[in-house]
């Protein structure tokens, strides 16, 4: 280390030397961390489980209603806009897409919400690429594809049905099979996700009507730009109610929506800052007690003649240690609760990559941070006074 | 002025603002012979300490000239002043060692300063220092485990391990028995022969007064005596 700095490792050796003090710093650090991490994974599990259902759809441009807030929270339109839209250059193809939540009470009488899709199963091609075989299953009536995640299935269940089993349950007056699984994963949305026929569906919910779908899909032709058949349409169908966007545009807005509309993604991005200030609170209180305690050995270090540079390297030092040494137990705790939070809540809370590189550099610039206000601290260190 | 390594000529110095300043010392004028062993002396509040500070650039001078090393401090810019440490060596009454270092460690800091420089010849320096203080076999000691004289041993050791050209001391022998005193004033005086290292130090140690070139005696922040031996 002394090859590192060009100097003895000051910072390090003072941190050390007193090893409780040391322990405490790196757990303070590790546990602001912890609570970042543990918002995080919320926060994105929060925004895949808005962004799962997009998963089962292929489009390249949704139409609707311009009062809903999300794609599984929104509005009816009218399905004559589907017919308007056909008839705009570049627009190949349109469906109607029925949304709707069905509750269904389970043998140990509890009861889920299950957010059921009802789509025309014979155009596969709007559906994702997982669930597009699966379609052709569907074209018998009342059947559905399960959520594999659903929460409070029994396991014997999906088991089953993975295995080629059928599972027919109640709901609302009518009897649905599920006869396969798919893999969505919306914790947040609902218990879980069931696929149908358009007609499944509109058996499924009497009160809706096929001339009222939720959204409406729509293919372009090859070659044309997503935004320039969306300017077209806008201007081909001038009604104030319709909201036309590409379906990238539409997942990007409910992202913005949940994370910042909604309570949750405001009680989430709120507890990410008050880990942060846990965190700076304490490198601050750990440094800066350090300096305060160092003023006499700084002070003979100032008369020697070592320059502000020096110490400040020292604090840095120490800033920077405490970062390292705080993440690395603090990452391995969360990555073991994002296992427990799954096993517990069925959420798609996962470690990614990118999240972790994020609040390893945080975790740097906030250390680093809470050093520089720990560095004023060295001004009291007056050489003069130790005569 | 000389080519003195320490010159100071009409220097004062006050404490405190306003209606609570106070003059420490009036009208200094020395001039410090170079390679010689300079004793200040004088009742506490004399204002020799602040002397000692204001010669070792840990304290701005405001009120006349001090000289050191060919270098005016008053007005010099901190670069200076930082500077001009290096080239000094503090033995303070406390050891003022780095509780976190051992003795060889807190022997580097005195050499790094200078830069980061070869490691193996610090690392030598340091122990050879060290040896040459009776500190052979607590080179990889912490503070902790030293004895006050030890600890003393090894400042001072911190303080010549780097051949500073002027050496300030203050009660420098309080802490150490009569010989290790002893060998510390003898080393400081053989550094004035041999490299012309000059040293100024606040003390009342009759040891050390039989072994100084020049004793100044200094009473409300006046020389009343200077006497050269």
């Not at chain 1, 240690?321 to 705080?326: N, P, S, Y």
């Not at chain 2, 041999?194 to 050390?208: F, N, Y």
Request: glycine residues 10%.
């Amino acid at each position: 280390m002394t090859l590192l700095f060009g100097r003895l490792p000051i910072g390090w050796l003072q941190l050390t030397h007193s090893r409780g003090r040391f322990f405490a710093a790196v757990a303070g650090v590790a546990f602001a961390n912890l609570l970042v991490f543990m918002q995080l994974g919320i926060m994105g599990a929060l925004n895949s489980s808005t962004e799962a259902p997009y998963a089962m759809l292929n489009a390249d441009i949704i139409l609707s209603s311009k009062d809903g807030n999300t794609l599984t929270d929104g509005g009816h339109i009218p399905r004559t806009r589907m017919f308007q839209a056909l008839g705009v250059a570049g627009v190949t193809e349109g469906t109607p897409l029925f949304i709707g939540n069905l509750p269904f009470t389970l043998d140990d009488g509890s009861s889920v919400s299950l957010l059921s899709f009802g789509m025309d199963v014979t155009k596969p091609h709007f559906a994702g690429q997982a669930i597009a075989p699966l379609l052709e299953n569907l074209n018998i009536e009342s059947t559905v594809l399960l959520d594999e995640g659903t929460r409070g299935m029994p396991a014997l269940v999906i088991d089953d049905l993975m295995e080629g089993g059928r599972f027919s349950f109640e709901t609302g007056g009518n009897t649905l099979t599920a006869v396969g699984t798919m893999d969505v994963g919306g914790g947040f949305l609902a218990d879980g996700m069931m696929i149908m026929s358009d007609q499944t569906f509109l058996r499924a919910f009497p009160n809706r009507t096929s001339g009222a779908p939720n959204h409406i899909l729509i293919h372009i032709a090859d070659g044309v730009a997503v935004d320039t058949v969306v300017a077209r349409l806008t201007e081909a169908i001038p009604s104030s109610n319709l909201r036309i966007q590409s379906l990238q545009a539409s997942a990007n807005s409910d992202l913005v929506y949940m994370s910042t509309e909604r309570p949750t993604g405001i009680i989430f991005g709120f507890g990410v800052f008050m880990g942060v200030l846990v965190g700076l609170v304490i490198v601050y209180q750990v440094l800066s007690t350090d300096v305060a305690e160092h003023l006499r050995e700084y002070a003979t270090f100032k008369a020697m003649g070592y320059g502000q540079p020096f110490f400040l390297g020292i604090v840095f030092e120490q800033a920077i240690i405490l970062a390292v040494f705080g993440f690395i137990p603090g990452f391995f705790v969360s990555l073991g609760l994002y296992a427990g939070m799954v096993s517990f809540t069925g959420l798609p809370v996962e470690m990614d990559v990118n999240r972790a590189i994020l609040v390893f550099f945080g975790t740097l610039a906030a250390c680093s941070l809470s050093g520089a206000i720990a560095t004023r601290r060295l001004a009291n260190a007056d050489p003069a006074d130790l005569f | 002025m000389t080519d003195a390594p320490i010159t100071t000529r009409g220097l004062d110095h006050y404490f405190g603002l306003g209606d609570a300043r106070k003059q420490a010392i009036f009208d200094i004028n020395l001039d410090i012979a170079r390679g010689s062993l300079t004793v200040l002396m004088g009742p506490s509040g004399s204002g020799k300490t602040t002397l000692l500070t204001l010669i070792g650039c840990l304290r701005e001078v405001k009120d006349g000239h001090v000289q050191v090393l060919n270098n005016d401090l008053n007005g010099a810019s901190e670069a200076v002043l930082v500077d001009l440490r290096r080239r000094l060596g503090f033995i303070f009454q406390a050891h003022n060692l780095h509780e976190s270092l051992t003795a060889t460690q807190n022997v580097l800091m005195g050499l790094q300063v200078h830069g980061s420089g070869n490691a193996v010849k610090q690392r030598k320096a340091a122990h050879h220092i060290l040896d040459l203080l009776g500190l052979a076999d607590r080179r990889n000691y912490l503070p902790g485990n030293l004895s006050g004289g030890q600890k003393q041993r090894v400042a001072v050791a911190r303080a010549l391990v780097s051949n500073p050209e002027i050496i300030l001391a203050d009660e420098p022998t309080a802490a150490l028995d009569k010989e290790s005193g002893h060998t510390v004033v003898q080393m400081l005086k053989s550094l004035g022969k041999i490299r012309g290292t000059t040293t100024v130090m606040v003390t009342h140690d009759p040891r050390i007064l039989e072994m100084a070139d020049r004793i100044i005696t200094l009473e409300d922040g006046r020389i009343v005596m200077d006497k050269l031996q």
